[in-house]
Protein backbone atom coordinates (compact mmCIF):
# COMPACT_ATOMS: atom_id res chain seq x y z
CA UNK A 1 0.00 0.00 0.00
CA UNK A 2 1.29 3.17 -0.80
CA UNK A 3 0.70 6.41 1.40
CA UNK A 4 1.44 10.33 0.06
CA UNK A 5 4.55 12.01 2.03
CA UNK A 6 1.67 15.07 1.87
CA UNK A 7 -0.32 12.45 4.50
CA UNK A 8 2.63 13.07 6.84
CA UNK A 9 2.76 16.78 6.92
CA UNK A 10 1.27 17.98 10.56
CA UNK A 11 2.83 14.75 12.41
CA UNK A 12 5.78 13.99 14.64
CA UNK A 13 7.85 11.67 12.07
CA UNK A 14 11.08 9.63 12.75
CA UNK A 15 13.52 7.89 10.12
CA UNK A 16 14.45 4.78 11.23
CA UNK A 17 17.77 4.18 9.42
CA UNK A 18 18.92 0.72 10.10
CA UNK A 19 19.64 -2.82 8.58
CA UNK A 20 18.37 -6.91 8.89
CA UNK A 21 21.94 -7.55 8.65
CA UNK A 22 23.28 -5.76 11.96
CA UNK A 23 22.55 -7.09 15.35
CA UNK A 24 21.67 -3.88 17.23
CA UNK A 25 19.30 -2.67 14.77
CA UNK A 26 17.18 -5.68 15.14
CA UNK A 27 17.70 -5.27 19.28
CA UNK A 28 16.49 -1.10 18.91
CA UNK A 29 13.50 -2.28 16.20
CA UNK A 30 11.79 -4.19 19.31
CA UNK A 31 12.06 -1.85 21.59
CA UNK A 32 10.80 0.80 19.26
CA UNK A 33 8.08 -1.24 17.64
CA UNK A 34 6.67 -1.32 21.76
CA UNK A 35 6.82 2.12 21.88
CA UNK A 36 5.53 2.98 18.25
CA UNK A 37 2.40 0.94 19.17
CA UNK A 38 2.17 2.18 22.86
CA UNK A 39 1.89 5.62 21.25
CA UNK A 40 -0.07 5.08 18.19
CA UNK A 41 -2.71 4.11 19.89
CA UNK A 42 -3.36 7.39 21.78
CA UNK A 43 -1.33 9.59 19.39
CA UNK A 44 -2.12 9.31 16.06
CA UNK A 45 0.24 12.52 14.85
CA UNK A 46 3.38 10.28 14.97
CA UNK A 47 5.08 8.62 12.87
CA UNK A 48 7.98 6.29 11.52
CA UNK A 49 9.44 6.28 8.06
CA UNK A 50 12.18 3.04 7.74
CA UNK A 51 14.78 3.87 5.92
CA UNK A 52 16.43 0.53 5.00
CA UNK A 53 20.28 -0.20 4.47
CA UNK A 54 19.38 -3.71 3.89
CA UNK A 55 21.66 -5.80 1.13
CA UNK A 56 19.10 -6.91 -0.90
CA UNK A 57 14.98 -7.26 -1.42
CA UNK A 58 14.63 -10.28 0.47
CA UNK A 59 16.54 -9.14 3.37
CA UNK A 60 14.27 -5.98 3.15
CA UNK A 61 10.87 -7.86 3.44
CA UNK A 62 11.97 -9.91 6.02
CA UNK A 63 12.83 -7.28 8.25
CA UNK A 64 10.05 -4.62 7.49
CA UNK A 65 7.36 -7.62 7.73
CA UNK A 66 8.34 -6.72 11.63
CA UNK A 67 7.56 -3.17 11.39
CA UNK A 68 4.32 -1.60 12.03
CA UNK A 69 5.01 1.68 10.26
CA UNK A 70 6.21 3.22 6.93
CA UNK A 71 8.80 2.45 4.64
CA UNK A 72 10.46 3.91 1.86
CA UNK A 73 10.36 1.56 -0.69
CA UNK A 74 13.85 -1.12 -1.18
CA UNK A 75 14.57 0.17 -4.48
CA UNK A 76 14.16 3.68 -4.20
CA UNK A 77 18.46 4.31 -3.52
CA UNK A 78 18.03 7.97 -4.36
CA UNK A 79 16.26 8.53 -1.69
CA UNK A 80 17.74 6.91 0.70
CA UNK A 81 21.46 7.83 -0.20
CA UNK A 82 19.85 11.65 -0.14
CA UNK A 83 18.23 11.11 3.45
CA UNK A 84 21.69 9.44 4.51
CA UNK A 85 23.57 12.59 3.37
CA UNK A 86 20.74 15.28 4.60
CA UNK A 87 21.23 13.97 8.28
CA UNK A 88 25.16 13.16 7.90
CA UNK A 89 24.17 9.18 8.97
CA UNK A 90 26.90 7.59 10.30
CA UNK A 91 26.18 4.43 11.63
CA UNK A 92 23.06 2.38 12.26
CA UNK A 93 20.64 2.29 14.12
CA UNK A 94 20.06 5.75 13.47
CA UNK A 95 16.69 7.69 14.57
CA UNK A 96 15.99 11.39 13.11
CA UNK A 97 12.74 13.06 14.82
CA UNK A 98 11.55 15.66 12.83
CA UNK A 99 9.01 18.36 14.19
CA UNK A 100 5.99 19.11 12.80
CA UNK A 101 7.23 22.66 11.70
CA UNK A 102 10.00 20.44 10.16
CA UNK A 103 12.22 22.80 7.55
CA UNK A 104 10.52 26.72 9.32
CA UNK A 105 13.34 28.84 10.92
CA UNK A 106 13.58 27.88 14.12
CA UNK A 107 12.96 24.31 13.44
CA UNK A 108 15.25 21.86 15.97
CA UNK A 109 15.71 18.41 14.48
CA UNK A 110 16.55 16.12 16.98
CA UNK A 111 19.49 13.47 15.90
CA UNK A 112 19.70 11.05 19.17
CA UNK A 113 16.39 9.34 18.85
CA UNK A 114 18.08 6.05 19.72
CA UNK A 115 19.63 7.14 23.02
CA UNK A 116 16.01 8.93 23.79
CA UNK A 117 13.79 6.09 23.29
CA UNK A 118 16.57 3.70 25.57
CA UNK A 119 16.37 5.94 28.34
CA UNK A 120 13.00 7.45 28.19
CA UNK A 121 10.41 5.64 25.90
CA UNK A 122 7.04 7.04 25.63
CA UNK A 123 7.99 9.82 28.22
CA UNK A 124 9.95 11.48 25.61
CA UNK A 125 7.05 12.34 23.20
CA UNK A 126 6.90 14.71 21.26
CA UNK A 127 10.67 14.47 21.23
CA UNK A 128 11.22 17.98 20.78
CA UNK A 129 14.18 19.62 22.38
CA UNK A 130 11.83 21.65 24.95
CA UNK A 131 10.83 17.98 26.00
CA UNK A 132 14.30 16.80 26.16
CA UNK A 133 15.26 19.35 28.35
CA UNK A 134 12.38 19.40 30.65
CA UNK A 135 13.40 15.43 31.10
CA UNK A 136 17.22 16.38 31.71
CA UNK A 137 16.14 18.65 34.22
CA UNK A 138 13.66 15.70 36.06
CA UNK A 139 16.83 13.80 36.34
CA UNK A 140 18.86 16.13 37.54
CA UNK A 141 16.09 16.61 39.95
CA UNK A 142 15.94 13.20 40.85
CA UNK A 143 19.52 12.66 41.00
CA UNK A 144 19.94 15.39 43.37
CA UNK A 145 17.74 13.86 45.89
CA UNK A 146 18.62 9.99 45.19
CA UNK A 147 18.49 7.74 48.17
CA UNK A 148 18.80 4.39 48.55
CA UNK A 149 15.74 4.22 49.81
CA UNK A 150 13.80 5.98 46.85
CA UNK A 151 16.00 3.86 44.11
CA UNK A 152 15.01 0.42 45.76
CA UNK A 153 11.58 1.22 46.75
CA UNK A 154 7.73 2.46 46.22
CA UNK A 155 4.81 3.45 47.90
CA UNK A 156 4.05 -0.69 47.20
CA UNK A 157 6.82 -2.10 48.17
CA UNK A 158 9.91 -1.55 50.77
CA UNK A 159 11.79 -4.70 50.20
CA UNK A 160 13.89 -6.59 48.03
CA UNK A 161 14.33 -10.83 48.24
CA UNK A 162 17.13 -12.75 49.62
CA UNK A 163 17.55 -16.29 49.44
CA UNK A 164 16.88 -18.81 52.95
CA UNK A 165 16.47 -22.59 53.08
CA UNK A 166 12.83 -22.67 52.76
CA UNK A 167 12.61 -20.18 49.61
CA UNK A 168 12.75 -16.01 49.25
CA UNK A 169 12.45 -13.87 51.96
CA UNK A 170 11.99 -10.18 52.10
CA UNK A 171 14.80 -7.81 53.22
CA UNK A 172 14.16 -3.93 54.15
CA UNK A 173 15.68 -1.81 52.13
CA UNK A 174 16.44 0.49 55.12
CA UNK A 175 18.21 -1.97 56.20
CA UNK A 176 20.28 -1.46 53.71
CA UNK A 177 21.12 2.00 54.16
CA UNK A 178 24.98 3.20 55.20
CA UNK A 179 26.03 0.13 52.94
CA UNK A 180 28.36 0.55 49.61
CA UNK A 181 25.50 -1.23 47.41
CA UNK A 182 26.19 -2.87 43.99
CA UNK A 183 23.07 -2.67 41.32
CA UNK A 184 23.52 -5.51 39.05
CA UNK A 185 21.53 -5.12 35.91
CA UNK A 186 21.43 -8.69 33.83
CA UNK A 187 19.44 -11.84 32.94
CA UNK A 188 20.18 -15.28 31.97
CA UNK A 189 19.74 -15.11 28.49
CA UNK A 190 22.71 -12.55 27.97
CA UNK A 191 25.73 -14.30 27.31
CA UNK A 192 28.43 -11.65 28.18
CA UNK A 193 26.17 -11.85 31.33
CA UNK A 194 27.39 -15.57 31.55
CA UNK A 195 30.80 -15.02 31.68
CA UNK A 196 30.83 -11.88 33.77
CA UNK A 197 28.39 -13.21 36.90
CA UNK A 198 30.86 -15.89 38.22
CA UNK A 199 33.78 -13.17 38.15
CA UNK A 200 31.37 -11.13 40.12
CA UNK A 201 30.41 -14.04 42.43
CA UNK A 202 34.07 -14.74 43.52
CA UNK A 203 34.70 -11.05 43.91
CA UNK A 204 31.65 -10.45 46.32
CA UNK A 205 32.32 -13.48 48.13
CA UNK A 206 36.14 -12.18 48.53
CA UNK A 207 35.21 -8.87 49.53
CA UNK A 208 32.23 -10.06 52.06
CA UNK A 209 34.89 -12.25 53.57
CA UNK A 210 37.51 -9.31 54.02
CA UNK A 211 34.68 -7.46 55.54
CA UNK A 212 33.76 -10.15 58.08
CA UNK A 213 36.84 -10.46 59.23
CA UNK A 214 37.31 -7.13 60.18
CA UNK A 215 33.26 -7.08 61.76
CA UNK A 216 32.30 -4.74 59.19
CA UNK A 217 28.99 -5.76 57.08
CA UNK A 218 29.39 -2.87 54.32
CA UNK A 219 28.78 -4.16 50.95
CA UNK A 220 25.94 -5.87 48.94
CA UNK A 221 24.58 -6.72 45.25
CA UNK A 222 21.24 -6.70 44.06
CA UNK A 223 20.34 -8.31 41.35
CA UNK A 224 17.98 -5.99 38.64
CA UNK A 225 16.94 -8.09 36.28
CA UNK A 226 16.15 -8.18 32.80
CA UNK A 227 14.72 -11.99 32.15
CA UNK A 228 11.75 -12.82 29.93
CA UNK A 229 9.75 -14.81 32.40
CA UNK A 230 9.90 -15.88 36.02
CA UNK A 231 11.03 -19.38 35.18
CA UNK A 232 14.34 -17.70 34.12
CA UNK A 233 14.71 -15.30 36.80
CA UNK A 234 14.49 -18.11 38.61
CA UNK A 235 17.33 -20.17 37.64
CA UNK A 236 19.50 -17.12 37.11
CA UNK A 237 18.78 -15.65 40.56
CA UNK A 238 19.44 -19.27 42.28
CA UNK A 239 23.23 -18.95 41.04
CA UNK A 240 23.40 -15.57 42.85
CA UNK A 241 24.35 -15.44 46.90
CA UNK A 242 22.91 -11.54 47.12
CA UNK A 243 19.76 -9.93 47.17
CA UNK A 244 17.32 -9.27 43.97
CA UNK A 245 14.24 -7.07 43.15
CA UNK A 246 11.10 -8.79 42.63
CA UNK A 247 10.78 -10.29 38.88
CA UNK A 248 8.95 -7.68 36.49
CA UNK A 249 8.89 -5.05 39.41
CA UNK A 250 7.65 -1.82 37.40
CA UNK A 251 10.64 -0.21 39.64
CA UNK A 252 13.31 -1.83 36.97
CA UNK A 253 12.00 0.52 34.37
CA UNK A 254 13.07 2.90 36.31
CA UNK A 255 16.46 2.18 37.24
CA UNK A 256 17.27 1.39 33.87
CA UNK A 257 16.18 4.78 32.61
CA UNK A 258 17.35 6.70 35.28
CA UNK A 259 21.31 4.92 35.21
CA UNK A 260 21.16 5.21 31.21
CA UNK A 261 21.89 1.40 31.35
CA UNK A 262 22.60 0.49 27.58
CA UNK A 263 23.32 -2.85 27.69
CA UNK A 264 24.57 -5.50 30.34
CA UNK A 265 25.87 -6.66 32.25
CA UNK A 266 26.17 -3.31 33.85
CA UNK A 267 27.06 -2.67 37.62
CA UNK A 268 26.10 0.56 39.40
CA UNK A 269 28.04 1.40 42.61
CA UNK A 270 25.75 3.15 45.12
CA UNK A 271 27.57 4.62 47.77
CA UNK A 272 27.03 4.40 51.65
CA UNK A 273 25.00 8.07 51.72
CA UNK A 274 22.82 6.83 48.39
CA UNK A 275 24.70 8.77 46.19
CA UNK A 276 26.02 6.90 42.61
CA UNK A 277 29.82 6.41 42.65
CA UNK A 278 30.10 5.26 39.68
CA UNK A 279 28.47 3.25 36.97
CA UNK A 280 31.49 1.77 35.47
CA UNK A 281 31.18 -0.79 38.53
CA UNK A 282 32.12 -3.70 35.78
CA UNK A 283 35.12 -2.19 34.72
CA UNK A 284 36.36 -1.73 37.95
CA UNK A 285 35.72 -5.65 38.91
CA UNK A 286 37.42 -6.56 35.61
CA UNK A 287 40.57 -4.53 36.39
CA UNK A 288 40.95 -4.64 40.21
CA UNK A 289 38.97 -7.55 40.71
CA UNK A 290 38.24 -7.10 44.89
CA UNK A 291 40.88 -4.63 45.29
CA UNK A 292 38.15 -2.25 43.54
CA UNK A 293 36.38 -1.84 47.03
CA UNK A 294 34.71 0.35 47.82
CA UNK A 295 34.47 1.72 44.11
CA UNK A 296 35.50 5.69 45.22
CA UNK A 297 37.45 8.19 42.96
CA UNK A 298 40.61 7.49 45.75
CA UNK A 299 40.70 4.16 45.58
CA UNK A 300 40.53 4.22 41.89
CA UNK A 301 42.93 6.54 41.76
CA UNK A 302 45.32 4.52 44.64
CA UNK A 303 44.81 1.69 42.28
CA UNK A 304 45.52 3.88 38.92
CA UNK A 305 48.69 5.10 40.58
CA UNK A 306 49.34 1.02 41.73
CA UNK A 307 49.23 0.12 38.14
CA UNK A 308 51.67 2.65 36.67
CA UNK A 309 54.21 1.36 38.60
CA UNK A 310 53.67 -2.08 37.94
CA UNK A 311 53.43 -0.74 34.17
CA UNK A 312 57.15 0.39 34.35
CA UNK A 313 58.31 -3.40 34.89
CA UNK A 314 56.41 -4.54 32.02
CA UNK A 315 58.01 -5.55 28.62
CA UNK A 316 57.13 -2.56 25.61
CA UNK A 317 56.65 -5.49 23.12
CA UNK A 318 55.31 -8.52 23.55
CA UNK A 319 54.58 -11.85 20.68
CA UNK A 320 50.77 -12.54 22.21
CA UNK A 321 49.67 -16.22 21.36
CA UNK A 322 47.45 -16.81 18.68
CA UNK A 323 47.92 -13.40 16.85
CA UNK A 324 50.42 -12.75 13.71
CA UNK A 325 51.95 -9.29 14.93
CA UNK A 326 53.76 -7.82 17.76
CA UNK A 327 51.69 -6.41 20.42
CA UNK A 328 52.86 -2.88 22.05
CA UNK A 329 52.28 -1.63 25.64
CA UNK A 330 50.10 1.49 25.23
CA UNK A 331 47.99 3.47 28.44
CA UNK A 332 45.60 6.59 27.77
CA UNK A 333 48.37 8.96 27.11
CA UNK A 334 50.08 7.31 24.87
CA UNK A 335 47.31 5.47 21.95
CA UNK A 336 45.46 3.27 24.82
CA UNK A 337 41.91 4.06 26.37
CA UNK A 338 38.64 2.08 26.73
CA UNK A 339 39.21 -1.12 25.03
CA UNK A 340 37.36 -4.84 24.69
CA UNK A 341 39.89 -7.65 25.49
CA UNK A 342 40.33 -9.22 22.45
CA UNK A 343 41.25 -12.53 25.02
CA UNK A 344 38.72 -12.39 27.38
CA UNK A 345 35.95 -9.98 26.22
CA UNK A 346 35.68 -7.87 29.10
CA UNK A 347 35.97 -4.21 29.20
CA UNK A 348 39.69 -2.78 29.87
CA UNK A 349 41.29 0.83 30.16
CA UNK A 350 44.50 2.86 31.09
CA UNK A 351 47.35 0.23 30.04
CA UNK A 352 46.80 -2.75 27.23
CA UNK A 353 48.95 -4.43 24.65
CA UNK A 354 47.79 -3.45 21.65
CA UNK A 355 48.72 -4.20 17.81
CA UNK A 356 49.18 -1.23 15.86
CA UNK A 357 48.59 -2.77 12.52
CA UNK A 358 45.20 -4.20 13.17
CA UNK A 359 43.74 -2.81 16.47
CA UNK A 360 43.61 -6.24 18.33
CA UNK A 361 43.71 -5.35 22.30
CA UNK A 362 44.31 -7.35 25.39
CA UNK A 363 44.83 -6.70 28.75
CA UNK A 364 48.30 -7.10 30.16
CA UNK A 365 46.90 -9.94 32.30
CA UNK A 366 45.53 -11.84 29.45
CA UNK A 367 48.74 -12.12 27.58
CA UNK A 368 49.71 -15.49 26.63
CA UNK A 369 53.18 -14.51 25.33
CA UNK A 370 55.13 -17.13 22.77
CA UNK A 371 59.06 -17.30 22.14
CA UNK A 372 59.40 -15.38 18.43
CA UNK A 373 61.45 -17.10 15.55
CA UNK A 374 64.50 -14.72 16.08
CA UNK A 375 65.22 -15.11 12.16
CA UNK A 376 62.02 -13.27 11.49
CA UNK A 377 62.02 -10.47 14.25
CA UNK A 378 65.21 -8.89 15.52
CA UNK A 379 64.06 -6.67 18.19
CA UNK A 380 65.77 -7.77 21.57
CA UNK A 381 62.72 -5.84 22.97
CA UNK A 382 60.08 -8.67 22.43
CA UNK A 383 59.16 -10.91 25.31
CA UNK A 384 60.22 -14.56 25.10
CA UNK A 385 58.66 -15.35 28.20
CA UNK A 386 56.59 -18.86 27.16
CA UNK A 387 55.12 -18.97 30.76
CA UNK A 388 50.80 -18.99 30.62
CA UNK A 389 50.44 -16.21 32.93
CA UNK A 390 51.83 -12.46 32.55
CA UNK A 391 52.46 -9.34 35.24
Known amino acids: MQVKVSDLEGKVVGLLFAANWYPPCRGFTQVLVGIYEELKSSV ?165 HELAEKGEEDFEVVLISSDRDQASFDSYYSTMPWLALPFGDPEIKNLVRHFNVQGIPWLVIIGPDGKTITIHGRSLINLYQENAYPFTSAKVEELEKKLEEEAKGLPTLVFHEGHRHNLNLVSDGNGGGPFICCVCDEQGSSWAYQCLQCGYEVHPKCVRAVERDTNSNNNNNVLVDTTTGCA
Not at 77 to 101: F, H, M, N
Open 44 to 208: PQFEIVYVSSDEDLDAFNSFYGNMPWLAIPFSDLETKKALSRKYDVEGIPCLILLQPDYGKENDATVRDGVELIYRYGVQAYPFSIERLLQLQHEDKVKLDNQTLVNLLGNQHRNYVLTHTHTGLKQVPVSSLVGKTIGLYFSAEWCVPCAKFTPKLISVYEKIK
